[in-house]
């Protein structure tokens, strides 16, 4: 069984910072993409970043030069480091990972869901 499970999150002001971590667990053979999305009220979820196993990364245009993400893939982590904070960016940020298992099954993993709130 895999778990991917995220920690981080809490509130800031305009300006600040948070860093949010994601570390997927249990029987991984090698994991693909990682990538963070975000959940505004009452909106749908959306791309943040992305990064694949090789380190290349993608960013949505409202969050380039503001928000970083990286890997450890030694410890099937990976972070969103998010600098800058904008009130639009509270919600839920989710997790996801492309796992290829050790039952040589690929398949989308996602978190539980972290909140963000970023308000004066």
């Known amino acids: 069984q895999v778990q991917v499970v995220e920690s981080g999150g809490g509130s800031v002001q305009p300006g600040g910072s948070l860093r949010l971590a994601c570390a997927a667990s249990?029987?991984?053979?090698?994991?693909?993409?990682m990538a963070w999305y975000h959940e505004a009220p009452g909106k749908q979820h959306e791309l943040v970043a992305s990064i694949n196993s090789g380190g290349r990364t993608n960013y949505a245009d409202s969050v380039k030069g503001r928000f970083t993400i990286s890997r450890d893939n030694a410890k099937n982590t990976t972070y969103l480091q998010m600098d800058s904070l904008k009130p639009e960016d509270t919600g839920v940020y989710y997790c996801?990972?492309?796992?290829?298992?050790?039952?040589?099954?690929?398949?989308?993993?996602w978190g539980q869901g972290t909140q963000v709130t970023v308000s004066p």
């Open positions: 996801y990972a492309r796992i290829h298992t050790m039952e040589v099954v690929v398949g989308d993993y």
């Open positions: 249990g029987r991984i053979y090698s994991i693909y993409t």
